[in-house]
């Protein structure tokens, strides 16, 4: 049994809007954001229209609904995630919780000297907060390279560059190749290798994986796991940051303020343990009832059908898009495990100009350096034409994508 | 629905009959008055501390000369000192193992509950889960 | 004309929730968070159901109009405060913009020795983020204390205090006193006297003012402004802090990503100029809609209105709970300036006792140290019960509360 | 509705007769070739760079013989540079006063809005800023 696309299409109201023209909204750029299912809309409007009190520390009855429903989301996320609760930090996105381990873990455990491993195909959340970290204490950042013909990590390089690593961090599925990294094997390695035997501490960047990938924190074995809920059927404005509860111990406050502390006097506070240490101030409530609503409703399916389906859906299209003149595809597709975004160009055509036409036909198609310039200069270009499929996306769409394209091609290329 | 010990049960009867939830809080102060074995102010600690309480609360846990369980408590608000009445009382004397086996739920029984599901995600459930815990380690 | 309370009662759905036993809602939580109305929720719903797409770098229609709605959003929450758009910058809300000045400017400009003044009567949140930079580079924070008599800042010690200070840091209006602080003034004296006359930097907490006053960040002179959406109708998850261009220049980037960026290659990165330089990673999007909602709502108002109506209900009301026997009353509301805040005490019933009574009668009241565990020290209590009303509270609600309270002290004291 | 200048409202009338979209796009890739003061790449310099812009776009304003407005550019995207062209041949010639006055909505007008929303959040209207700003000191 497939997935069942008519019932999950129907769960997304986006998906019957018309464009110019009456053509049907063809929305191909997943990676960036997908789209919410309305149970994900209804719940938060629930909130809003019934529950909506601030968390914590109030005894009515709206505040406890609140506290509950904001708390078992936490329990629910986590648990999807393979972990307990108290593994998971809400954060506003992929992009803080990497900050997090930045500020929160890295500046109070590494110092001058020390090696952050990092690969050259990762989204500048992953890169920049590094870099300036670097600048400012001291520590190395060094780049495993990506292998130009295969596309993937060079593993060798790897290898050798982890025994100097105290934290390797590494993108779980890349949002322009659709390549997924072996991070069980890097996991494996780090831990064995890195520092010099007494094993590195692993940060993953699970954005683009969680979508279509099952991922138990646990099992899976890192220190920390980034991800955001906007890029899973969640609101924007939520994601989490998931730690092994002995390493945030050793986690300095970031973000401080309200609801983090134990007590504060005009001489110094003492903080609360455990991830409400992390969660300074007013949280995202609504977004939390929101993620955990996309949670549920992800968990009604089976998520290796998700992957499948989605990643079918690349090879078929990629391998197609191939065989259209002047078109080269950015990325790989032919293994089991790729996602759903495909890269590619046009010799002639510039990107946005691609862009722009494809979205007169109610084609949603991003291009840019898709926040991964590092890869791009690897590439050898400056930006990319994306697509990126996921669960709602059907093959009648590939296909009126490809015929689309080639026309665009025979008119303008 | 569970079964409870006697004394724990006749207290949620009581609670059953009571006629609205300002009624029943107000059977929650009698019963804050009942405490059977308040912890003086002298004694709490740190250590019996409950965490994620809003008020204080602190509870310990002990044998009596007879083997049966001895809960111990007292707290500043006397909502939460009634539930800690409620459970001394419900759980005095009985064999550790059994209050092992309480399961939380006696509280929506009670339908005291709108007032407390806040506390439940923390103070509450807390308090309830130390004494259990405590109870546990004393059958082994 | 007064404020046309049924009106706005219609547009805001909680308040037709009944409690337990069928009693109405009387939610008087309002500085915690205040309630939606549906404009707000309906913004978010069409941007999901019709217009969800990540933002910036894209060129199909959604992402078009993601954008515009996410910049116009921008210009018109900027508008609304007396600003230009580049002034604002979005953030989770107050505390984490607090945070972007302590990371981002602070970090960069002040160092030991340098002295931050703030009072006594702050949030956590205008108190934490200090503490953990002075400890990390040995700023000096100082107090203004509070006039026990007054409640109001000791202005003398103020006068003094400020002359070494480079960095004041004040709350607008207070959070649990009610009272409004002489801003106006405390900038002026700031940028006059401060650090031995060449001025002071001055960060206001405007979390508390925001909903019941307009205010202008241009003509008010500060350089910081921190505010949350959550406070003024608008969704969780979203803020903003309000700075000088000029000033913006001068600070370094704080949480670092994609989006906030103009180049990244393997050696370094070059950031955005303006707000964006502190914006990154995915944004806030559809919460920034909702803001927007909420401020077009309340731009149909007139807010001197609104104000008078919040701090009437507060005057008359603490002035019929000061004759309820026992009750105390912590805080002021004698001057034009108090906001709807009223904290008080029982002197037998305890404050989560008197919460949990009140709430029977569906009165939704909080209590705790509403994180200003300071100001509850020099007040000489471990925390109060606090009611605060905005601007769809009625006089009934307010009558309906001193019945209940009475009848609770009656029963219980 | 403004008034445009004759040979902006010529062309935005032709724009007017298209069918489609997807028509309009072509017509604008047609003026991508037809544009009039080409920048040469060498010529591209991080100041006369459109800030904003996804694509690379290049613009700069001279005063001919004349003393009429002339608008030299080009970007690497078709659209872009067609929209450049459009400006360029409807500017041409006119004194610079005329220039400062124009308004950037002849892009609506043009319908062709839907795919440059994004652009005129930034790119499109950050270019047509510079220029009108350019041509106002100009005409001072
Ligand atoms: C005066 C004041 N400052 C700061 C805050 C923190 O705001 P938030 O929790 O939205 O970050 C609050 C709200 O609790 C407040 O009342
Ligand atoms: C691989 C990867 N990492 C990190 C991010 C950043 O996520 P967010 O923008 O939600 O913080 C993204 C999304 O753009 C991504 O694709």
Known sequence: ?413 | MSDWPLPLQEIIDEFKECFDRMERLELLFEYAKKLPHELETKDWTDENRVRGCQSEAHVECTIDENGGFQLHGAADANIVQGLIAILAIGVDGLPPSSVANIKPDFVDEMDVKASLTPSRANGFMNMFEMIRQTAEQMSN
């Open chain 1, 1 to 413: 049994m497939g997935l069942d696309l008519d019932a999950i299409r129907a769960d997304f109201p986006i998906l019957s809007r018309t464009m110019e023209g009456g053509r049907p909204l063809v929305y191909l750029d997943n990676a960036a954001t997908t789209q919410k299912p309305k149970q994900v809309i209804n719940a938060m409007n629930s909130f809003y229209e019934n529950s909506n009190s601030n968390v914590h520390r109030a005894v009515h009855t709206l505040a406890g609904e609140a506290t509950e429903g904001y708390e078992s989301a936490r329990t629910e996320i986590a648990s999807y995630f393979g972990a307990p609760r108290d593994h998971l930090i809400f954060t506003s996105g992929t992009t803080e919780a990497i900050n997090l381990v930045a500020y929160g873990w890295a500046r109070a455990n590494l110092s001058k000297g020390d090696v952050i491993l990092t690969t050259e195909m990762e989204h500048h959340a992953d890169i920049v907060p590094w870099q300036i970290l670097s600048k400012e204490r001291g520590v190395e950042i060094r780049y495993i390279p990506l292998e130009r013909d295969t596309l993937t990590l060079d593993m060798d390089a790897f290898e050798i560059g982890v025994q100097d690593a105290s934290l390797v961090c590494v993108v779980h599925t890349s949002n322009v190749l659709g390549v997924r990294n072996n991070v069980e094997q890097i996991i494996d390695i780090s831990k064995k290798t890195g520092n010099h035997g007494k094993g590195a501490f692993v940060m993953i960047d699970a954005a683009q994986a969680a979508p279509h990938e099952k991922i138990n924190f646990i099992e899976l074995g890192c220190d920390f796991m980034a991800l955001s809920s906007h890029k899973m059927g969640g609101p924007t404005g939520i994601g989490g940051l998931f730690v092994k509860p002995e390493i945030m111990e050793t986690m300095d406050p970031f973000i401080s303020g309200g609801d983090m502390i134990e007590t504060v006097t005009l001489e110094g506070s003492t903080f609360q343990k455990g991830p409400q240490k992390f969660e300074a101030g007013t949280p995202r409530i609504a977004e939390a009832f929101g993620w955990h609503a996309a949670i549920k409703w992800l968990s009604q399916l089976d998520m290796q059908l998700v992957h499948e389906h989605v990643s079918n859906l690349a090879r078929i299209t990629s391998e197609k898009m191939s065989s259209i003149p002047g078109i080269k595809i950015y990325g790989r597709h032919d293994l089991d495990t790729c996602s759903g975004v495909v890269s590619f160009l046009h010799e002639s055509i510039h990107a946005e100009d691609l862009a722009h036409l494809l979205d007169s036909g109610g084609f949603a198609v991003r291009t840019g350096h898709h926040c991964a310039q590092p890869l791009m200069e690897a590439l050898g270009v400056s930006s990319t034409a994306r697509i990126s499929f996921w669960l709602y996306n059907t093959q009648e769409e590939a296909d009126a994508f490809i015929d689309y394209l080639s026309s665009i091609v025979q008119r303008f290329g």
